[in-house]
């Protein structure tokens, strides 16, 4: 089992920036991606980015892509979420999750899941 744990949530009016972090421990040797999925209220959780760890492999949601750049640190088991030019329908429970694929997408095809991180973007 992979251990994950989000930081970097917080409280942004329309505009600025945030950095999402998720480090992972544990069985680590079995993840071989890594995913973004948020959560509104009321909605059903989505897909935001991915990245794999051996080539660095990124994909992200129409609704992020060129504001949101997701990488990562393999030397700290740790992986990142740049979110600028942030809005308010951003506002959501963000989550990182592990997956056993080169690259995934979607919420099934990953098996640990971190607590959340929320955030809230002001207008």
């Known amino acids: 089992q992979v251990q994950l744990v989000e930081s970097g949530g917080g409280l942004v009016q329309a505009g600025d920036s945030l950095r999402l972090s998720c480090a992972a421990s544990g069985r680590t040797f079995s993840s071989r991606s890594m995913g973004w999925f948020r959560q509104a209220p009321g909605n059903e959780r989505e897909f935001v980015a991915a990245?794999?760890?051996?080539?660095?492999?990124?994909g992200y949601a129409n609704s992020v892509q060129g504001r949101f750049t997701v990488s990562r640190d393999n030397a700290k088991n740790t992986v990142y979420l740049q979110m600028n030019s942030l809005k308010p329908e951003d506002t959501a429970v963000y989550y990182c999750a592990s997956s056993q694929l080169a690259y995934a997408r979607v919420p099934e095809n990953f098996s640990s899941w971190g607590q959340g991180t929320q955030v809230t973007v002001s207008s």
């Open positions: 990245i794999s760890w051996s080539f660095g492999t990124t």
